[in-house]
T-cell receptor
Framework: NAGVTQTPKFQVLKTGQSMTLQCAQDMNHNSMYWYRQDPGMGLRLIYYSASEGTTDKGEVPNGYNVSRLNKREFSLRLESAAPSQTSVYFC?????????????FGPGTRLTVL | QKEVEQNSGPLSVPEGAIASLNCTYSDRGSQSFFWYRQYSGKSPELIMSIYSNGDKEDGRFTAQLNKASQYVSLLIRDSQPSDSATYLCAVMAGGGNKLTFGTGTQLKVEL
């Protein structure tokens, strides 16, 4: 089992460029999440998908879109990158979305927007 | 007021000592509590979950939950240099589906 995988590991973008971060899990989990982590801010939820076919906004959704492609895959898209989106992005998955659902994280994508 | 609060540290303890990490939360309806360990440059790794008042032990780790006082703590016995990391507290509201994270406490275990 690979667990949660993310691609790419590192990315440098120029302001205004677009890109998609990919996430996949092989644990047959129902729920998937995208977080960003910034110094002093902790982990903040961008978007989540409680189950295949559903997506919902988290704490900081502006500037991002997501797609739950199937049960395994959940992608995060930056349509027009801004320097404020420089961050480390983590994808996570959970067997269930309600209380008690332990979340497991991928290795992260380190994104720099110039 | 932050929803989940942790002292940022660094908390320094000598090797072999007990490290005590604390976390308070504001939502009284919270039902699920988690501790993650994060090494520098790595992703968070789940080390403990606790759902009911009292203590839960797993190896050298003990999680303690007190819902009346709205705090959760993590004790690490016989601390090792390999325990040096940032520890994140995470809380999920009852019936909810989102985790709220604290900003983490940096632990340094010194030889």
């Amino acid at each position: 089992n690979a667990g949660v995988t993310q691609t790419p590991k590192f990315q440098v973008l120029k302001t205004g460029q677009s890109m998609t971060l990919q996430c996949a899990q092989d644990m047959n989990h129902n729920s998937m999440y995208w977080y960003r982590q910034d110094p002093g801010m902790g982990l903040r939820l961008i978007y989540y998908s409680a189950s295949e076919g559903t997506t919902d906004k988290g704490e900081v959704p502006n500037g991002y879109n997501v797609s739950r492609l199937n049960k395994r895959e959940f992608s995060l898209r930056l349509e027009s990158a801004a320097p404020s989106q420089t961050s480390v992005y983590f994808c996570a998955s959970s067997a269930r979305s309600t209380s008690g659902g332990e979340q497991f994280f991928g290795p992260g994508t380190r994104l720099t927007v110039l | 007021q932050k929803e989940v609060e942790q002292n940022s540290g660094p908390l320094s303890v000598p090797e072999g000592a007990i490290a005590s990490l604390n976390c308070t939360y504001s939502d009284r309806g919270s039902q699920s509590f988690f501790w993650y360990r994060q090494y520098s440059g790595k992703s968070p790794e789940l080390i403990m979950s606790i759902y009911s008042n009292g203590d839960k032990e797993d190896g050298r780790f003990t999680a303690q939950l007190n819902k009346a006082s709205q705090y959760v703590s993590l004790l690490i016995r016989d601390s090792q240099p390999s325990d040096s990391a940032t520890y994140l507290c995470a809380v999920m509201a009852g019936g909810g589906n989102k985790l709220t994270f604290g900003t983490g406490t940096q632990l340094k275990v010194e030889l």
